[in-house]
């Protein structure tokens, strides 16, 4: 299959991109997160070709991405008190990085849900996924458009590294703003519980419903993608160390990923490095562009410097911890 390229500022773009779509075929797309691998989600023969391209585990489900909460609707069959809460965090946090998990009405395939009974969806606030989502008039199913266990994409050059000749067309909207996926939130229950950790912090959903729990990844996690490895640099063992530890590899032949300072501390290394800000949304920005530039290096090994413990550290520590052998 030949991918077709196709350029948001082009102004036809969307429409074929959401031709294509419409036909049943996925097509990669830019949201404010990293680039999503889109179909008709409620299509489960386009939702069966994204696990086809990605070899994701079937046993992973998807986030249905929509243009408005009214959207969101139908795909749910909740109670009065789940539409309130769900209601409540949209007005906060839509369109943005937060996908709701409620109980899915029939309409969803099971594809999508991969069986479970319940289903993700989300309102993303870039411009180009919003047009695109407006075109189609119907929901995309969009997982991360990487081969799966491969770092997230954040431009359309690392869509094409792992799915150039899988996939109908990128559509190319330049580089994503936050580089790290969407809070999964399931409101299910009350206190709703951070299935995933995100773009969104569980202290910026507390300011809006007062407690909130963070699940814990083990190997019956509630969130089943948060199961299984991801992220993963090709062709490199990733191992996270800490700062001392950096130093005394400095001389190493091996990959280095560390904080700013960190580098500026040593001298110039022969070896690969790169460095990044002490800022947890510019870390995140850059994380996964750094990974796909790294494992150009032909180096075997990375070290990666560990973030701190802390809660607003959450999405990122989760993410190399899941990339990570150690
Ligand atoms: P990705 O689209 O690759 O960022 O992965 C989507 C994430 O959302 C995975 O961790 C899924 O397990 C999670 N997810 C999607 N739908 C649900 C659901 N209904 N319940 C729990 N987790 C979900
Ligand atoms: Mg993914």
């Known amino acids: 299959m030949t991918t077709e390229q196709l350029s948001a500022s082009d102004p036809t773009a969307i429409a074929r991109a ?148 899988c996939i109908a067309a990128i559509l190319d909207g330049g580089i994503t703003d936050l580089g790290i996926e969407s809070t999964v939130l399931d409101i299910r229950e009350f206190p709703p519980s951070v299935l995933r950790p995100g773009s969104i912090s569980k202290k910026q959903i507390e300011a809006v419903t007062g407690d909130v729990r963070l699940a814990t990844n083990t190997s019956n996690a509630p969130s089943p993608g948060t199961r299984h490895r991801h992220y993963q640099p090709q062709g490199m063992r990733l191992r996270l160390v800490d700062a001392e530890a950096i130093a005394a590899k400095w001389d190493e032949a091996a990959a280095i990923l560390c904080f700013e300072d960190t580098a500026q501390a040593q001298s110039t290394r022969s070896k690969p490095v790169i460095s990044l800000p002490r800022d947890v949304t510019a870390f995140g920005a850059e994380l996964y562009s750094a990974l796909y530039t790294l494992e150009q290096s032909g180096e075997k090994l990375l070290y990666v410097e560990k973030v701190p413990d802390t809660p607003e550290w959450d999405a990122i520590r989760d993410r190399l911890a899941r990339a990570a052998e150690n």
């Not at 008709?40 to 070709?49: C, E, F, H, R, S």
């Not at 070899?55 to 069959?77: K, T, Y």
């Not at 309102?123 to 990487?146: G, K, R």
């Not at 799966?148 to 954040?154: A, F, I, L, N």
């Open 18 to 165: 959401c031709e294509l779509l419409r036909a049943g075929e996925v097509v990669a797309f830019p949201t404010e997160t990293v680039y999503g691998l889109g179909a008709n989600g409620l299509d489960p023969i386009a939702v069966g070709k994204i696990f086809e391209a990605k070899g994701r585990p079937n046993d992973n489900p998807l986030i249905l991405h929509v243009s408005s909460f009214e959207q969101a609707l139908p795909l749910w069959q909740a109670s009065q008190d789940q539409l309130q809460h769900a209601r409540q965090l949209a007005e906060a946090f839509w369109p943005g990085p937060l996908s709701l998990v409620l109980p899915a009405s029939s309409v969803v395939p099971k594809e999508v849900t991969a069986g479970l009974n319940s289903v993700a969806i989300r309102a993303p606030a870039n411009p180009v996924a919003q047009a695109l989502l407006m075109e189609c008039e119907f929901p995309l199913a969009a997982p991360s458009a990487n081969l799966s266990g491969r770092p997230s994409p954040t431009s359309a050059d690392h869509v094409a590294t792992t799915l150039s000749g």
